[in-house]
Structures are given as structure tokens and as C-alpha cells.
């Protein structure tokens, strides 16, 4: 199938006033995302998802590699009629009230002023902020702002959805709502991808993973087939058994019915994505972002004889 | 002590941020530049040129400095106070009281830092300037080339330091290729000052217009009350109002004498706007540098009164407002 | 196209409203325009007062309008690149030059507001100052002097030949002035201007003519209310500072002469009534003047450019007014583009620092030519090829800065002087097209190119 994106070798580096590189953010980077998938593109603070996400919408220009968004260059005007983007922070107009918001993004996609109000109306009553339709974007909540970032994002139908953060600062209902919206889109064919730090998230509704750690692809696949774990074998008995696991299954079907299932134990995302992170750091490859996190600080800790007192003491502000 | 180490860290904190702006450098070094120009492109006026070298020079310290002083005030308060900087400070043991007072203090040192620099590259382009010596050997009309040639050159010397130490030792361009201007300018009046007009070694000559110098302090004065209402404007409303209401302020400031003063006679109120609003005059003295005047010491004290009382006055009103200011 | 570029610029109006800018500028007009002219005085006369009210009006409005552009126009990119929130518009189906264009219209939109604002409250002005018994002229002077614009038609040109230098050159050596050897060209500005200085002066019982071609159809707005007149500026040489003398106006195609005395003219800029029905619609205008003092020291010099001129009615104030406002409109249009190319590449402070630094440019390229004097020879190569490379550097300001200010006619038209259409076309076409769609492209390119997600942006 034709992907949705495509990267090959893609590089960004961040260069100072002399053009000397500063940060590889992106080092070579191969990605794949298929029409109609949902994909999740993880890594710790500073690996480079933003950067990714921003190389791929056009705001930022690659320092080498290629980059394809739906089989085209990204900053193409074309490419950006079918893509809506949610940043990972609110970037709206202060001054516009919600309504007024969603209603100028849809004038930039040349939409029809009949379809735009009910597309509004419409997308208004899904993020549930109607009664706050009329009130300036700047005096909303993070939240509120987040949902009203979601609306704008859809007000054009996205055939390519790229969510950065969605979930972040949303409460529980927020996080199901936009669970549920994103399924209800991957049924429709539409492309998502997502980024997240929340990895229950990203298991709940992607179809494939990539995980990045300083800039480079450490992982990339579907979800079961990474969590799972060919090395041990997980029976699912109704009972005790043994042997092989074709010939296991085998038997153990014919001897307790079709129900039984044999397969691989399945590990938690935050063991995997944990351990391809510290699998990464023992390449001891310098860092771009964020470094080796060394614990809770000495002075945080409650001692076996009290709390912590630091030399020459005083434990003044 | 604590309160006081906090007080030097959140002032070094606010002028080390108004020294980073790139504005800043900007600023300073196209007021140098301008002032070094002055003599040259004044030439030939008669013997005039050391006057209007003079005024020109002030003129262009007052003007710039309140560019200066006016963003650095407008922006550093405005932009903290809904940028969220503000609320991480005052989360701390950190009173707004102390917050607002070292804000202030950061701002004026860095008017005071601008208005050293200022000062030496007047008292220089004065030097540089045409004037008339009655000398047998070396008389007629001598302009001093050489200075002007090492103010110049201390100009691009302090950029092109600047840039290397950028590139090298990743030093910020902007604070240090200010520092370095500052430094250059220093070194230049130091050496000249060891050298007569027409360029022969004279050991502690120091053939400087010394009668600038309370000149530039009392603008430096109005610098100091001009931050105090930028600020006090800048806990009410966001940087650009400000900066449009310090203009407001400086014009009705400048002609205050003239639109107030000439009434006050007449009518309560223009006594009163008269006595309330900001009196540049008071602090602009080029005029009485003429014909050889000298601002006298008893003038400098007084104005300094002014300036103190009318800055403490207006940082009580400023620091009120910020009280009851929403930050964050 | 059009409507993203309608909601971008009406995206734009709403931030100018909403930063306060446009309110402060507003308030500030508000205050120039109605509290300056109405406390600057001017001669005593109404027609004096009308012309200062529209020369203050307009140009108050010019400097607080065009400051106010710049600074929004700054603003208006680089705030938002600033602070995020042109990622979002950069992610739409739009172009860089839609955005730009959006912007640039919106702001415009808002200074014609301004703009209109000021031209009503002067009409306000002029509608009383000529209902009411200001100055002791009264209103009808108002509307005759000031409020019927009238075309100038200046004397056929009287430019020195090189003939004429060469016979002065020639007389002075004579006469040992000039030493042998030293030639033509080394003394040639200053032979030029005696010579200016020699035919502006007319000596007591001497005279002088002027011939001033009227084009056919020139005639088609003069009548007995709307009269044309002969303008002159001219200055006494005598200690007493008044002119006294006789002035002839005549007309070879229409048969006529007319003489009026020109008695006891103080120093400074007269005019002098035409009957209607003396001058042709189309033909020669002789002008003389006969200086009819006996005091030797008492020469009339007529100094002004032109010396004399003739001024004929032509159209109505109200189209001056607007040609004038369309010329204002054309330098906002590139106070706005240069402001909004500045906030495409720079942060708001610096954007706003060269932008305010680039029309104080081009305005002091304009002096340019007045700083001639030659640098001494001691200064040394450096500075004589600074000065040099300054001086080439000040004639590319003036060739690029010079239309820009050119499009102002506010003097001409508080001078009674008609505005042209032409005048007003050609601002229209370069100051409101050519400037902003040069910067618009510049300023489009950059944006594009720029890296709207760069770190820390």
C-alpha cells in the first residue's frame, strides 16, 4: 500500500549563528506510515519527535534525507489541504472566541460558509465546549484550550491526522474522548499519527509504533509484535501441560476442545519502551536531549536516621 | 542578608536580561556610532562645531536612553508578569515588594551602564571636534583625527572580539560586544587623554570638555525617573501601550514648561499638571555648557532631589498597582 | 485565494485592535488633530488659519499614523512567529504571500480608517472657519485662497546658457577678477550663481519679464468667483524691507493688458488678483514688473522657485483633498510593507528599530545634495573613501527613498495649489503597488523559507 509518510535518511540539524551544528535532533531516520494506520511515535524528552513531526508538517527544513507526506514535498500547499495537526501547545489566536477560531481556520481551507458553520456547530458539541463558544480562546484553560486545538485540527476532515501530546493536560473523560475519536477515525481510513508519553495511550489505540531515542529509529513495528516475547512461551491452559506448542496446541485442543489457546507472553509497553531506551544508553552515545536521569537527589531522600541535613548544616531556603 | 543576596540576584538577573537583548547592543553601539560621526560630519561650521558636537552628542544620549531604559522596562516587567517568570519567582520567599524594587535597580544600572558609555563617547567626539588654537607653530582650525580614528576602530574592534569570542568560547555577542564597546571606549579615552589635541605625548593632560560630564548626569537623572514610570505604566498594561505611554510622557514631559508652566500662573490645574509631570528641562543643561558655562554643584544636588523624590514617588504608585497586579 | 486572504486580513485588523497599538494611535490622533491647529496661531488672517489647519492636521495625522503603521506592521508577523502562532496558519493550505498579503491589507484597511478620520474632522474645521467672522479677511477669502485649488504655470525657463557663463567668465578675466590661467570649469558654480543672484535682482526703475505659457482647456474652472491670480515671493535689498512698484500682465492673444501698482510689498509671498476675462485659454502670459523705487539700494529680488508664477483655478478642493489623502494612503502602504518585511525577519524590537531606522534614512537622504563642501586634505585615505562611499550610498537612499516623500502634497495643497491626478495615480501605482509588492515578495520568500519550528521560537 502507498504510505501516508515516508522519510528516508531524514536528518535535522540545529546550527548556531556561524552554521556550525549545534543538535542532531534527527539522525537518518527510515519511516514508514501506512494509509489508514494509526501510529505512535514515542521516545523520551529531547529524542526528536517534535523536531520528526515538524520536518514532516513543513515547519522545519530537513539538513538531509527526503521526506513524503501523503506522495508529496510538505510544505506543498496540496499536502497541507489534507493534513490537520494538534501542536503540543496551544497556539491559537487569544483574541478569537472558539467559534471565531474554527470558523477562520476553515476560510484558510476555502470551505463554504454553510459547510463551515455546521462543520463549527458540529465539532463545537464534540470537544463540549458550545457554552463556551463565544468566549475568547485566551481566557480558556489549558484543557479547554487543548480541545478547541483538537476541533481546528478537524475542521477540514484530515485524510493525515498528526497528534502531538493530545492528551496532555486533558482530564480522564478528555483522554477517552479523544481515544474514542481517534478509533472512530482509523475506522474511517483516516491517518493518524500520534505522539505521546503516555504509553497506556499509545497501546490502546495504535496500530504501529516507533520508538526514537537521540534522534534515531530504535524500534519501529506493530504493537503485539514488539511486546511480544519470543523467547518464553505462554500457555493459556485450562489446566496443567507441556511439549511443544504446535503439538502442545494440537493436543491440548484435541484433548480439551477449540477454546485452548497457546501463544507468547505479552510484556507491559512501559517495560519495552524502558528497555529499548536503556538498551540505546549503553551505546553511550552523546545525548541531544534530555540525559541519565541519576534518581531522586540525595537531599529528597528520608535517611534511616531522619531527614536529610547537608554538611555544614542549616537547612535554610 | 538573605534579603539583601536576593535583591542583588533578582537586579543582576534583570539587567543581565536587558543586557542580552540584542535591542540593547543595537541601541548602544548605533548611539556611539552616531556620536563618533558627529564631528565629522559637522565640519567646517567656524570654530561652532565643538557646541554643536556637544548638544548633538547629549541630545542623542537623552533620545537613545530612553529607547534603551523604556523597552527595558516595559518589556522585562510586562513580559514576566504574563509570561508566567514573574509567578516562578514570587512562589518563592521572594516579596513583590523586593521583586518590583530590584527590577527597578537591574533597569537602572543598565541606564547607568549605557550612560557611562554614552558620556565617554561624548566627552571623545567633543575632543575630535574642529576647534580654533591660537598656537604660533600648530595654530588655525585643528581637529583631532587621531582620536576619531581610535574611537572608530575601538568600534569594529569590540565586534569583531565579540564575534570571536562568540565563536570560540560560545561568550553571548550581545552583553559582551557591549562590555567590550564599554572597554574600548575606556582604553581610548585613557590613552588620549595622555596626548595634546595635536597628537604630541602630554603625560595626565586629560584634554578633556570635563563640563560634560555633569551634563550627562543629569541625564542619566532622567533616565532613572523615565525607568520609574515605564515601569510603574508596565504593571498596568503590556509592553507595546507602555512604550506608547512613556512616549506620551516623554512629550508632555518636554514641553511641560512651555504648555503648563507658561499658565500655571493663571489656572489651578496647569499649576498642578505643572508640579505633577515629569520636568525633562530640569535635567537637559547642554544649553548652559555655552559660551564656556558650567552647571554648578548646588544645580546637580537639586536635580538629583528631584529625580529621587519624583522616582520614589512614582515607584510607591508603580509598586501599589503591582500589589494588586494578577501574575502568571 | 480571496477568501483566505480576507481572513487574514481581518484576523490582522482584529490583533492591531486588540494590541491596544491602533487604540494608543488612535487616542493620539484624536488629540493631535483636534487640540494642535486649534492652538497654533498663524497670521491673524482666516485664510492663514485655514492653511495651517490643513498643513498641521494632515501632517500630525501622517506622523502618528505612519509611526502607529510601523510599529503594528512590525508586530504583526514577528509577535506571532514569536509566540507560535503562525505554526498553525503555516500547516494550512496557504502561501506565504496570501499571509503576507492579509496582513498588509488588513493594516491598510485600518490606516485608511484613520485616515478618513482626519479628513472629516478637518472638513468639520474648514466648514466652521468658513461659516464664522475669524481674522479680519472673513470666509470668502478662505474659500478664494485656500479652498479653490488652482494650477501653478511657471515662467518658460530661465536657465543660464553656457554662452551667457562664457561671456561672464570672459568679462571677469577682463576685468582681473579672475587670474590668468584659472579655468572655466574650476569657477564655474560660483559664476553660475552670480549670475542667478544678477537676473533675480531688478533695480530701481529697471524691470522684468516673464512669459508663462497657458495650455488650452487651462482656463475651464476660472471665472469671476473663482479668479486666477499672479503668485510671487520676493525680498528688498534696502534696509526698510518693502517693495514698491508696478505690475503689468498682458496677453498678446487675448488683447489685453492690465497694470496694478505693487505698492510697499513687505518681504515674503503675495498674490495678486486677474481679472477672468484677461487671460486666454491658451496662449503666451507676459508678466512684468517695473520697479518704481528712486532709493538706488532698493532692488526687488525674486528669489523664489519659480520667481513668479501663474496660479488658475482648477477642480474642486474636495478632489484635491482626496488626491492628497490617496498620496498619505501610498507612503502607509510602504511604512506597512517595510514594517511587516522587517517583522518577517527580525523580533519585534529590532524589526521596529530597523524599520524607524530606515525612514530616517531615506529622510536624511534626501539632504544629500546640500552637504557639498569637499573634505580637507589632511584627513587621510580612509575617510575620503568613507566619505565617498557615503555619498554614492546617500544618492541610491535618495533615487529609492525620494518618491516615497515626493508622494506627500499636504504643503501644496494648504498653499491653495491643486493637487494633479497624474500625481495621485503615479503615488497610487508605485508607493501603493510597486514598493509593496517588491517588499511583499522579499518578505514572502523569507517566510517561506523561514523555520517557523525552530527551537525556542
Known sequence: MEPAVKTRGLTKVFADFWCRPRVRAVSGLDLDIVRGEVFGLLGPNGSGKSTTIKLLLGLLHPSAGSVEVLSRRPDDVATKKLIGYLPEESYLYRYLTARETLDFYGRLFDIGARQRAERTEQLLEMVGLAQAADRPVGEFSKGMARRIGLAQALINDPALLVLDEPTSGLDPIGCRQIKDLIVALAKRGKTILLCSHLLADVEDVCDRIAILYNGRLRAQGRVKDLLRESARVRITLPSEAAGPEEKLEEEMRRRFGPEVEVGHPVIELESFFLDVVQKAREGHEPDSGVGHEAGVPEYLRETAAGPYVPRGGGGEC | MLRFRQFTALAALAAGESLRQPIFLLLSLTCVAWMAALPVVLMHKFGEDGKLVREGALALHFVFGILVTGHAASWSLAREMRGGTAAAVLTKPVGRDMFYLAKYAGIVSVAVAFSVCAALATLLSERVSERFVADPVLGGYVTDWNTARMVFSGIIVSLVVAGVLNYRWRFPFQSSGFGLLAGMLLLTFIVRGQFDIHGRLSPMLWAYDWRIVPASLLITLALAVFAAIALALSTRFPAAPTVAACCGVLLVGLVSDYVFGTAASRS??????????????????????????VIPGWYLLEAATYAGVYSAAVLALGLTFFRRSDVG | ???????????????????????????????????????????????????????????????????????????????????????????????????????????????????????????????????????????????????????????????????????????????????????????REPIMQRIMARRAAVGPGESKHWTINVPAGAMAWAGERRKSFIGFRVASASWAGRVHGEWKVSSPAADGEWTVPATDYADGYHMIDLPGSLLPDGGAVVVTYLNGSRDESDAAVFSGKPPVALLVPSGAFAASLARTLAGMLSLLAVLTALGLCAGTIFSFPVAAFASFSMVLIFLLGRYQGASSE??????????????????????????????VFRAVTIAQLADGLAVPVSRAVLSVLFLAGLYPTALGAAASLILSRRELGERGK
Open chain 2, 268 to 293: 489651578f490645574a496647569a499649576a498642578t499638571l505643572h508640579r505633577v509631570l515629569p520636568n525633562w528641562q530640569n535635567f537637559w543643561m547642554a544649553d548652559a555648557l555655552a559660551d564656556g558655562g
Open chain 3, 1 to 187: 485565494m480571496l477568501s483566505r486572504i480576507t481572513a487574514l486580513a481581518v484576523l490582522a485588523m482584529r490583533a492591531a485592535v486588540r494590541s491596544r497599538v491602533f487604540v494608543s494611535t488612535m487616542v493620539a490622533l484624536c488629540v493631535m488633530i483636534v487640540w494642535v491647529p486649534l492652538n497654533v496661531r498663524g497670521d491673524g488672517t482666516a485664510a492663514g488659519q485655514a492653511r495651517i489647519l490643513i498643513h498641521y492636521t494632515l501632517a500630525l495625522a501622517l506622523v502618528v499614523a505612519g509611526t502607529g503603521a510601523v510599529w503594528t506592521s512590525c508586530s504583526a508577523v514577528s509577535q506571532e512567529i514569536e509566540s507560535g502562532e503562525i505554526r498553525l496558519v503555516a500547516v494550512k493550505p496557504v502561501r506565504a504571500f496570501e499571509v503576507w498579503a492579509g496582513k498588509w491589507l488588513g493594516l491598510m484597511a485600518l490606516n485608511s480608517l484613520l485616515l478618513l478620520l482626519t479628513a472629516a474632522v478637518l472638513c468639520v474645521f474648514l466648514f466652521f472657519l468658513t461659516r464664522s467672522s475669524w481674522g479680519g479677511d472673513g470666509p470668502s477669502t478662505v474659500r478664494e485662497r485656500v479652498l479653490t485649488p488652482r494650477r501653478m504655470y511657471e515662467p518658460v525657463s530661465d536657465a543660464v546658457t553656457e554662452e551667457a557663463f562664457l561671456d561672464e567668465f570672459t568679462r571677469l578675466r577682463e576685468e582681473g577678477e579672475i587670474q590668468p590661467g584659472v579655468t572655466p570649469e574650476s569657477v
Open chain 3, 374 to 403: 569637499p573634505l580637507p586634505p589632511d584627513v587621510g585615505f580612509m575617510m575620503a573613501f568613507a566619505e565617498g562611499v557615503g555619498l554614492r550610498m546617500a544618492r541610491v537612499v535618495n533615487m529609492v527613498g525620494g518618491p
